[in-house]
């Protein structure tokens, strides 16, 4: 089959959607905007401050009030009356913005403080780079894939304030709209049905629950790769007949997209390990089925990855590349990392693993079921298969301690939910029954359910009380910056800053050396010798004993066993006490460290 | 349209520069920073597309904005000449030069296309 006959058969021109429930208006008669409002206006007084402390191991989703999560629900309700109704564009990207703010802002309108403990390891490597202008190369994979780092450095030290730490709480949701418009002009160029569009920009929003829309290199990679997708497949895809598109790219159009797209991919070769391996894939997929006409793209997009990888993180790849090697193809520890160990951990833990699981399956399956209707009706698409295809290369290749499933989740997201959405819609054109309406808002409204559990199931570790984080930085006010800090698990606000000068380790890391309590207090000691100050800092807090429980990280009580050993220990003195957080100052055997 | 379209980033560009050298500490400055690294120089460089398409355009100011801060930042670290103003005006340097190189709407549309 030649690419024209292949082309053809990708974009049969759809003929007019027949109208249901009269004329299309702007918002598709009263219903869809009373329910609209009726949703925003039960989430806005549904939202009040909730403690951190008090959530359970199935996280924010049962201690909120059902409005919260009823309203994003009735808002869907809303969505697809507006679609059946053929709302305009305008009303329909009002839904899903509201959908956004609904989804991605719940966390951080109620909690106290920045969620996610990686998000405070990330502003001090960005408070490092402000203070130092130096880049730490062998410190940590971070310094090695600086970009995103050094953007915000950028944003930090122009804004100046707390307008960093404002982003940081924020971030989901601004992340979550920024999202919008690739997506958008990704879903435009799979399909011109405009009701198989927007569900799919609707499903994507609901897919989204993979929560690395953080303060992250990886959410800020993320948009820069939707964007590159959206130009690739908009202005470079290869056209048979113009007369089908409504407009045919310039010369002078396709120049500046040229330029774009690859200064998108030089952009993301220095933010992220992962996501620049998925656009080369990507790229790749699209110049081998024949969906993008600049056949050169994979070798100069691969050069400019390996380039960044080869010349720049060579002292990353010096220390971890028999790891990474040994790990490829190695499908027992992906499977261990990505499903077995998920699976470990308290009841609570269990069931929202279980949730997100099958929140995640009802998605696929409805994808699946998509693909193979409108495969029925005569649809061959290729690009979109293309595009979900691709990124699953990466899990035969690394586990990416254990988050490899969920990234390649999140690569493939776009395109999934372009199938997912084709199941309601699969022949083009023609009408849909009110089964398949109702059919539509009952997944919506299961995947709405699906999101508050799979995103915030973990909300209990990752949302630190203001005690926590104020304690903790009052702790590092008042130590020296030298001073290492050995927490009981990462589950903390810390490292927030001091990033480059104060060592770092975890409880659960030197009971994973020795197997006892005895020994790492012995370990922890001699941690204290080898720091310039003769001392370390020992840090128990609420939220790390909520993810010893959650994830069954130590044995039973052994986390209370080392602290009472080193609240014993000799030397040690407690330098703040409370509810939620304990820390100890240990000395060492020698007075006065290490030289 | 098109010429205010590249000729804008300038304006927001010299208005930041303007609040830094002063350290003036107002909203203001931090809604500014926001507009210049979403938008400079990915305004001025779209306004090369003669494309109709508002999509197309809202999509690829973020992104050329974002990729330039990306590598401005981080060619000025490794060559250890990183501060947050030395970016900004590597920022506006570029947007300068796009103004150049990119047409005008009048002799954007005069010129025959290649």
């Not at chain 1, 890391?509 to 020992?538: H, I, K």
């Not at chain 2, 999509?59 to 501060?83: E, H, K, N, R, Y």
């Not at chain 2, 340097?93 to 047409?103: F, I, K, Q, S």
């Amino acid at each position: 089959m030649t690419v024209a006959e292949l082309r053809a058969r990708e974009s049969v021109p759809e003929s007019p959607v027949p109208r249901l429930g009269g004329r299309r208006t702007a918002v598709g008669g009263a219903v869809p905007s009373l329910l609209a409002l009726g949703a925003v206006l039960l989430w806005v007084l549904a939202l009040r401050p909730v403690d951190p402390a008090s959530l359970g191991d199935v996280g924010l989703a049962p201690a909120r009030p059902l409005a919260v999560w009823a309203a994003p629900a009735l808002l869907s309700v809303a969505f697809v009356v507006a679609l059946a109704r053929r709302a305009g564009g305008p009303f329909l990207l009002l839904l899903v913005v509201a959908l956004v703010v609904m989804l991605q802002a719940t966390a951080a309108a109620v909690e106290p403080e920045i969620r996610g403990f990686v998000s405070y390891r990330h502003l001090g490597i960005i408070d490092t780079l402000s203070r130092t202008s130096e880049l730490h190369s062998g410190l940590d994979a971070y310094f090695d894939w600086p970009g995103f780092f050094a953007a915000m450095a950028t944003l930090d030290g122009l804004a100046g304030g707390d307008a960093l730490r404002v982003l940081a709480h924020w971030s989901a949701p601004v992340l979550g709209l920024l999202y919008l418009p690739p997506v958008l002009l990704i879903t435009r160029a799979l399909t011109s049905d405009r009701r198989l569009r927007w569900t799919a920009v609707w499903l994507f929003c609901l897919g989204n629950w993979v929560d690395q829309d953080y303060l992250s290199p990886q959410g800020f990679a993320l948009l820069l790769l939707l964007s590159l997708l959206g130009l690739l497949l908009t202005v470079f895809r290869p056209r048979v007949d113009v007369d089908q598109e409504p407009w045919a790219p310039s010369v002078r159009t396709q120049l500046v997209a040229y330029g774009t797209v690859v200064l998108l991919v030089a952009a993301l070769a220095p933010t992220h390990q992962l996501t620049p391996f998925a656009a080369v894939l990507g790229i790749s997929c699209l110049v081998a089925v024949r969906r993008c006409s600049l056949a050169s793209l994979p070798v100069l997009s691969g050069a400019l990855v390996s380039l960044w990888v080869v010349f720049f993180a060579v002292s990353y790849l010096q220390g971890h590349l028999t790891g990474i090697v040994s790990e490829v193809g190695d499908l027992e520890t992906l499977v261990d990392a990505n499903v077995r160990d998920r699976l470990d951990g308290s009841p609570g833990h269990v069931l929202s693993v279980r949730l997100r699981t099958a929140s995640t399956l009802l998605l696929a399956a409805v994808a699946v079921v998509g693909a193979w209707r409108r495969w029925r009706a005569g649809r061959q698409d290729v690009t979109t298969l293309a595009l979900v295809i691709a990124p699953v290369a990466l899990l035969l290749v690394q586990p990416y301690g254990g988050e490899m499933g969920m990234r390649v989740w999140l690569f493939a997201l776009p395109a999934t939910a372009v199938l997912a959405a084709g199941s309601f819609f699969p022949t083009l054109g023609h009408d849909v029954g009110r089964a398949t309406w109702i059919a539509l808002a009952v997944v919506l409204v299961a995947l709405v359910g699906g999101f508050g559990v799979s995103k915030y199931g973990n909300e209990r570790v990752l949302a630190p009380t203001t005690a926590e984080r104020a304690g903790l930085e009052q702790v590092y006010d008042a130590t020296p910056p030298e001073t290492p800090v050995v927490a009981a698990t990462g589950h903390l606000p810390w490292r927030m800053r001091d990033y480059e000068t104060r060592r770092t380790t975890t409880v659960v890391a030197l009971w994973d050396e020795v197997g006892d309590a005895n020994g790492v207090v012995d370990l922890v000691r001699a941690e204290a010798d080898a720091s310039p100050t003769g001392t370390t800092l020992v840090v128990f807090s609420r939220s790390q004993t909520a993810a010893d429980r959650k994830f069954g990280l130590l044995p039973d009580d052994a986390l209370q066993q080392v602290e009472d050993r080193i609240a014993a220990a000799p030397g040690s003195r407690p330098l703040l006490t409370s509810h939620h957080l304990r820390v100890y100052e240990v000395a060492g055997a020698t007075p006065g460290g290490a030289p | 349209v098109r010429t205010a379209l590249r000729l804008t980033p300038l304006v927001l560009i010299a208005a930041l520069l303007g609040l830094v050298v002063v350290e003036a500490q107002t909203p203001v400055r931090v809604l500014l920073v926001a507009l210049v690294l979403l938008t400079c120089p990915g305004l001025t460089l779209a306004a090369g597309m003669d494309s109709p398409d508002l999509l197309l355009w809202v999509v690829a100011v973020p992104a050329i904005s974002l990729s330039t801060l990306t590598l401005s930042a981080v060619t000025l670290l490794l060559l250890g000449w990183w501060t947050p103003t030395v970016c900004l005006v590597v920022l506006a340097a570029v947007t300068v030069g796009a103004v150049a190189v990119v047409p005008s709407g009048r002799a954007a549309s005069e010129e025959p296309l290649p």
